[in-house]
T-cell receptor, first 116, second 114 residues
Framework: QQQVKQSPQSLIVQKGGISIINCAYE??????FPWYQQFPGKGPALLIA?????SEKKEGRFTISFNKSAKQFSLHIMDSQPGDSATYFC???????????????FGKGTKLSVIP | DGGITQSPKYLFRKEGQNVTLSCEQN?????MYWYRQDPGQGLRLIYY???????QKGDIAEGYSVSREKKESFPLTVTSAQKNPTAFYLC?????????????FGAGSRLTVL
């Protein structure tokens, strides 16, 4: 019930293409869905996040699409650039007053390589 | 600049030795975490602390210990009981924004057991 399943494990996209990473969850009590970006040798950093009361959120070239009925959400990177090459993690959590803690449940990550 | 400082960045240890990884934050966050990262395994929670002098085991706490004597500091000790300690260790802290748990990570410490 606490798992977040992420796919694909790795992704190769040509420069200018669209990168799509998918995540699925089981626990319907989750109500916060962030994406983190991690460059090699660095810690992850928050990229973009969504709440289930909206179906899409866009920040620059990055868009989260959220399908509450299917319990799925995805990250779309438009016009992918070599500088986007990184590992991306989806995550989910409940607001702390529901969960009694601040824990995030992470997917296993997707290694994105954008080739020139 | 506010952030999380992890040290050392690289650490080598002989089998049978304990080692302590440092994590300090100046973000005034209440909650702090330790994650372990292995290739293909994602981020696995070792321990977390929501307030000073209190901490909880995560999913893979065996062979690890922590303390939280100050709000700013959350050191992790990798003991000799940890069977496979070679990994990348990430410390994080978080703040609740409108109930959402927003994590800030440090740059990580890479531990290699020789």
């Amino acid at each position: 019930q606490q798992q977040v399943k992420q796919s694909p494990q790795s992704l190769i996209v040509q420069k200018g293409g669209i990168s799509i990473i998918n995540c699925a969850y089981e626990n319907t009590a989750f109500d916060y869905f962030p994406w983190y970006q991690q460059f090699p040798g660095k810690g992850p950093a928050l990229l973009i996040a969504i709440r289930p009361d909206v179906s899409e959120k866009k920040e620059g070239r990055f868009t989260i699409s959220f399908n509450k009925s299917a319990k799925q959400f995805s990250l779309h990177i438009m016009d992918s650039q070599p500088g986007d090459s990184a590992t991306y993690f989806c995550a989910a959590s409940m607001t702390w007053w529901k969960a009694g803690s601040y824990q995030l449940t992470f997917g296993k990550g997707t290694k994105l390589s954008v080739i020139p | 600049d506010g952030g999380i400082t992890q040290s050392p960045k690289y650490l080598f240890r002989k089998e049978g030795q304990n080692v302590t990884l440092s994590c300090e934050q100046n973000l005034n966050h209440d909650a702090m975490y330790w994650y372990r990262q292995d290739p293909g395994q994602g981020l696995r929670l070792i321990y977390y602390s929501q307030i000073v002098n209190d901490f909880q085991k995560g999913d893979i706490a065996e062979g690890y210990s922590v303390s939280r004597e100050k709000k700013e500091s959350f050191p992790l000790t990798v003991t000799s009981a940890q069977k496979n300690p070679t990994a990348f260790y990430l410390c994080a802290s978080s703040i609740s924004l409108s109930g959402a748990n927003v994590l800030t990570f440090g740059a990580g410490s890479r531990l290699t057991v020789l």
